[in-house]
């Protein structure tokens, strides 16, 4: 559950799983796409994550959803830098979710204190680049593609040996290109390119995963597989505001197994859920 370097000490050297609360400034996230398109009611929800137990506030600016066109660096830049600004003004902690480099770069000379990039670098050449020159934290996601070729790309021998591997081959893209691995946190990337039992395979495997060496991040928060699992009728996943409780169970387990964050849009009882498992761990 080692911190990667870079973060302030008081995130780094908690003794529990860190809660990253998910702010989504996008008219089209599959979970809460439009909420918070605009500036003040976005910066209100990222107060109120915090406030709610959120450690860090992931803003975004560009939805991941299956299918979702790419939109401009500018439009990007335009809907998250006033967000972050805003966010950093009232000392909340902020990360930034982006593939660019560009924004991820604005975002940080705004105060953002983490970079969180769905891509792990395979989308933008310049962010392994610039990440090399800066100190920040980063999280490497597994990817294989962009959201309107991602359903396709969800084809593996061995699910957990594939990731592995792929994930393997972005520590040495980022070794190679001067980045400090001790800065880097690992993510499987639930639902990108994964069906459900895919996306089960690799939380029943986190041991794999964390025997990569570096502290992993977990995004299961209203993904499509928890709705699947619960759906009434076969084919007929559960709503988005039904998965939160799912959710919760996910954030337990992986916290009991060890993870070092997760990724979550309701943040209480994922707060919660983290102090069951680290009382659960600590007892004698
Ligand atoms: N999932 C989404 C967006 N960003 N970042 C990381 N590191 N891990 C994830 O699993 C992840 C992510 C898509 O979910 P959302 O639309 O609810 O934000």
Known sequence: MRAPRGLPRAIAEMDRTLVMGILNVTPDSFSDGGRWADT????????????????????????????????????????????????????????I??????????????????????????????????????????????????????????????????????LTARLDALSAAGVDLDRVVL????????????????????AALMAL?????????????LGDLLADVVGEPRPLDGRDAAGDAVTALASAAGVWGVRVHEVRASRDAVLVARAWRDSS
């Not at 915090?50 to 439009?75: L, Q, W």
Request: one cysteine or more; a negative charge.
């Open 40 to 95: 003040q009611s976005a910066i209100e929800r990222g107060r109120r994550l915090h406030v709610d137990g959120a450690d860090i506030v992931d803003v975004g600016g560009e939805s991941t959803r299956p299918g979702a066109e790419r939109i401009r660096a500018e439009e990007e830049i335009d809907r998250v830098l006033p967000v972050v600004r805003g966010l950093v003004d009232l000392g909340v902690p902020v990360s």
């Open 213 to 225: 060496g570096r502290p992993l991040l977990i995004g299961a928060s209203r993904k499509r597989f």
């Open 97 to 166: 979710d982006t593939m660019r480099a560009e924004v991820a770069e604005a975002c940080a000379a705004a105060g953002a204190m983490l970079v969180n990039d769905v891509s792990g670098g395979r989308a933008d050449p310049e962010m392994l680049p610039w990440l090399a020159r800066t100190s920040l934290p980063y999280i490497a996601m597994h990817w294989r593609g962009p959201s309107t070729v991602m359903e396709d790309l969800a084809t593996y021998d061995d699910v957990v040996v594939d990731v592995c591997a792929e």
């Open 187 to 206: 993510d499987p990337g639930l639902g990108f390119a994964k069906r459900s039992p895919h996306n089960w395979a690799l939380l029943r495997d986190l």
